[in-house]
């Protein structure tokens, strides 16, 4: 239930055109963003996972498009929501402000000058990016990753709404004033706090298929107990069912877990795929051990020495199984999709090794490259290495 509310088990279309992805952002509510391009940016991925190959620059024009029909805000973490969401995210964007004033060492509070010439800035010469912006402060602080004060600013006023994302091009950011891009209906919208959570929290729970309640909560990182009211009104108005999960428990209390209402119940989930980090089905550590007896942490900030699995080992999911993991880098340079390491858990299938082999292909011929190398590493790597010889 839980994979088919994420689109997974359908053949995949002959053709991933704009329609389909625009289906797929609806079915999920967000994209997240992230900046890691070892293999291939996050936000990417869940449509490949689900659809398939297709052109990336489908999804460019369909997320990154200023005046388009999706935008940009802190939801999951930064993620990419259809415009409808951004009016019900408003509460937030009020808090972030709030807390920033309530506190002297905040840096806004010392740089006021700054955004009130952001604000000017950007209305006087329409979206920009910070790389573009021309001002004394505009220069990196501190390590190679610092933001500059610009860039600080930006996203200063980002977080509060008063600057929206007027697309991206190569990856960074253009900003603008929100009437500079976002139809004057969004702007004008009024969504008081309770509703907005309440819309949210249906958004999350259909997403989700079934879970509990800080399962819905974390979808757009609301806490529980702003989550639980409105689940309950959900569960009033018919929206949300109660159920139980065999397993699921704290002790012997069984966990509250709920249902939508257009959940539907597969008659099975057949399908290989490979899920981001930062995919819905596993961006929940706790749900998805429920889900799945999957231990699973992202190990980027890990130093190399102390990594058991790899720098982005991306999990692999056989049918309703997660499976095992495997580690990917894409060497544009020699045209090479590197199988760094490759990992089964203990009860993974016998030919996990064989059904993942056709995905990689069509991994590497997505991305460009030409050829696959798989690194000695990992219980999984010497049967995907033949796999792959075979097929």
Do not use: C
Request: hydrophobic letters at 45%; charged letters at 25%.
């Amino acid at each position: 239930m839980a994979l088919g509310a994420q689109g997974f088990g359908r053949e995949h279309p002959p053709a991933v055109g704009i329609r389909q992805l625009r289906g797929l952002i609806e079915r999920l509510a967000l994209l997240q963003l992230d900046s890691v391009n070892v293999f291939e940016r996050s936000h990417y991925l869940p449509a490949f996972a689900r659809l398939g190959a297709y052109d990336k620059a489908f999804l460019d024009r369909l997320t990154f498009t200023p005046r388009g029909q999706h935008t940009e805000y802190w939801a999951h973490e930064a993620a990419v929501i259809p415009v409808e969401t951004w009016p019900l995210l408003r509460w937030r964007m009020q808090r972030y402000r709030e807390a920033a004033m309530r506190d002297p060492e905040h840096w806004a509070q010392a740089n006021q000058p700054m955004l009130d010439w952001l604000r000017a800035e950007l209305a006087e010469k329409g979206p920009l990016p910070a790389s573009a912006i021309e001002h004394d402060a505009n220069r990196r602080r501190g390590p190679w990753w610092g933001w500059s004060d610009v860039k600080r600013g930006l996203e200063t006023l980002f977080r509060w709404g008063e600057v929206v994302s007027a697309g991206r091009t190569r990856f960074e950011r253009s900003y603008a004033l929100p009437e500079q891009v976002l139809p004057t209906e969004i702007i004008e919208r009024s969504v008081g706090e309770k509703e907005a959570i309440r819309q949210l929290v249906a958004r999350s729970a259909r997403a989700l298929g079934v879970g509990t309640a800080t399962d819905i909560a974390d979808y757009f990182r609301l806490k529980a107990g702003e989550a639980l009211p409105a689940i309950d009104a959900l569960v009033e108005e018919g929206t949300l069912v109660p159920v139980s999960v065999e397993g699921w428990s704290r002790g012997a209390r069984p966990l509250p877990t709920w249902m939508h209402r257009e959940t539907t119940v597969p008659r099975r989930i057949e399908g290989a795929a490979l899920l981001s980090p930062f995919d819905p089905v596993v961006w929940y550590r706790p749900r998805a051990e429920r889900l799945f007896d999957f231990h699973y942490r992202i190990e980027i900030y890990t130093p190399a020495p102390q990594r058991i699995y790899g720098y982005y080992s991306l999990p692999i999911l056989l049918d309703d199984r997660l499976v095992g993991r495997v580690d990917l880098k894409s060497d544009r340079q020699a045209g090479v999709l590197r199988v760094q390491s490759a990992w089964s858990e203990a009860d993974a299938p016998s030919d996990a090794a064989e059904r993942i082999a056709p995905v990689l292909h069509e991994a590497a011929a997505w991305q460009g490259l030409g050829e696959i190398a798989v690194a000695d590493r990992g219980t999984l790597a010497p049967a995907i290495a033949g796999a792959l010889r075979i097929s």
